[in-house]
């Protein structure tokens, strides 16, 4: 598993057709497996969509989202970088 580079800020995935059907792109792999395997769930937000984590490496804290509301599922996962003060202001759960 690649860990997030301590230059990365933002990740974000997309959908792709094969034949028929949509597809996740290998950054909406990488967004799945990050969160599954390695980055720390701290909490969510209100509505349930959007989720912090953190880096147990660097300590620094990733909001999962899905901006494309309008699509199936919230579309695409955006994989994204919040500051100390952008967290705590968001979500409850940091002090």
Same mark, same amino acid.
């Given at each position: 598993?690649?860990? *997030?580079?301590? =230059? ?11 034949? =028929?059907?949509?597809?996740?792109? =290998? ?5 799945? =497996? *990050?969160?599954?395997?390695? *980055? ?56």
């Amino acid at each position: 598993m690649m860990k *997030l580079k301590p =230059n990365e800020i933002e990740l974000r995935g997309n959908w792709e057709f094969v034949g =028929n059907s949509m597809k996740a792109d =290998n950054i909406s792999e990488r967004i799945e =497996n *990050l969160i599954s395997s390695y *980055l720390i769930e701290i909490s969510e937000d209100e509505s349930g969509w959007n989720k912090l984590y953190q880096d147990p490496e660097d300590e620094r804290y990733w909001e999962l989202s899905y901006p494309e509301s309008e699509m199936h599922s919230g579309g695409a996962p955006l994989l994204k970088n919040l500051s100390l003060h952008e967290a705590k202001e968001k979500y409850q759960a940091i002090k």
